[in-house]
């Protein structure tokens, strides 16, 4: 059986999320890594083309031609081009990333369900000790890094963005000193030692329970001896 016959028919007939990027609707596509341009769908926006990092993505904008600006990317820009932050495809298109490891017969190490779970701003994620991050208990490729994690007066937490369930970037940040938002507040996160309280908590929950079933095979194994 070819590749091509391996696709997912989910590919096909899917409905994909969408983002706005300066007032134009994108969707996104994590299979593909693209966005494509709702109104126009030829027109398509590669990962490729990206600066790519951890918890984001960032390329400067042509609004005029709605593709990536191709100019030098250093200031002054022009005024049609604009410098855009986005979260991972993956993070905003957990289906269609799911389908593509699928398909690649890809796996990802670590998913497990046997974690630590804390609310943050209402939702529940997991305590991922294995990627150094919070992941989101309905998208696992959703993760918070626990370095995102700041303090504020006596409090520790994040300024929490409830709409993509994640930190909200610097700049959005920076622009509640001059105008606040209905979905970015700051949220209280554990402190460094009380998170690591958790984990190790964890993982001597794990480890206890280890040895129970060692125990356990260790006497199967003895009356199957007698």
Do not use: C
Request: aromatic share 12%.
């Amino acid at each position: 059986m070819t590749k091509k016959q391996n696709i997912s028919s989910e590919i096909f007939t899917r409905k994909l999320p969408v983002i706005v990027i300066e007032n134009i609707e994108f969707y996104v596509d994590a299979y593909h890594s693209m966005l494509i341009e709702k109104e126009n769908e030829i027109n398509k926006i590669y990962a490729l083309e990206m600066m790519r990092f951890e918890d984001h993505f960032e390329f400067i904008l042509d609004i005029s031609s709605r593709r990536i600006y191709d100019g030098k990317w250093m200031e002054p820009l022009p005024d049609e081009a604009r410098y855009i932050w986005i979260r991972p495809l993956w993070a905003t298109d957990p289906e269609g990333m799911d389908l593509f490891y699928k398909d690649n017969n890809s796996v990802r190490l670590g998913d497990n369900a046997d974690l630590p779970v804390i609310k943050i701003g209402g939702f529940d994620f997991y305590v991922d000790d294995l990627r150094n991050s919070y992941r989101e208990v309905a998208n696992k490729w959703n993760l918070i890094n626990f370095k995102e994690v700041i303090k504020q007066g006596e409090e520790y937490g994040i300024y929490f963005d409830s709409v993509v369930k994640n930190a909200a970037f610097p700049h959005e940040v920076e622009g509640l000193k001059t105008s606040g938002s209905d979905h970015i507040a700051f949220v209280k996160l554990p402190s460094g030692q009380a998170l690591a309280d958790i984990i190790k908590e964890h993982r001597t929950k794990i480890s206890s329970a280890n040895m129970v079933n060692t125990t356990d095979q260790k006497e199967r194994k003895k009356r199957k001896s007698i």
